[in-house]
Nanobody, 128 residues
């Protein structure tokens, strides 16, 4: 059974940094897409960043470009999200997502339908 477990969330002041990690049970080579989504209170979940694990292609939502960096560590079976120069609007529950090579969905990188494995989320709060 595939499990994704996020860690690294917390509270930070505006301008600060946090680093999120997503630990995958088993080999992350079973995934071809991995990404981070977030959901702010009262809003729909949105894609933040994704990485195509087999080729290294990376995507970011416009609001985090230049501030966030997504990376993978295949040796540790982890996906990371380095968040710098954080803003109050970055507040939300952050979710790790992955698409199974053999059983994943379809859609663009920013659509939830692409991913078929999800973590339970880690809370990020940025105060002004």
């Amino acid at each position: 059974q595939v499990q994704l477990q996020e860690s690294g969330g917390g509270s930070v002041q505006a301008g600060g940094s946090l680093r999120l990690s997503c630990a995958a049970s088993g080999d992350i080579n079973r995934f071809d897409w991995m990404g981070w989504f977030r959901q702010a209170p009262g809003k729909e979940r949105e894609a933040v960043a994704s990485i195509y694990t087999e080729g290294g292609g990376i995507n970011y939502v416009g609001s985090v470009k230049g501030r966030f960096t997504i990376s993978q560590d295949k040796a540790k079976n982890t996906l990371n999200l380095q968040m710098n120069r954080m803003k109050p609007e970055d507040t939300g529950m952050y979710y790790c997502a992955a698409r199974g090579v053999n059983d994943g969905g379809t859609g663009a990188w920013y659509t939830e339908t692409l991913y078929n494995y999800w973590g339970q989320g880690t809370q990020v709060t940025v105060s002004s």
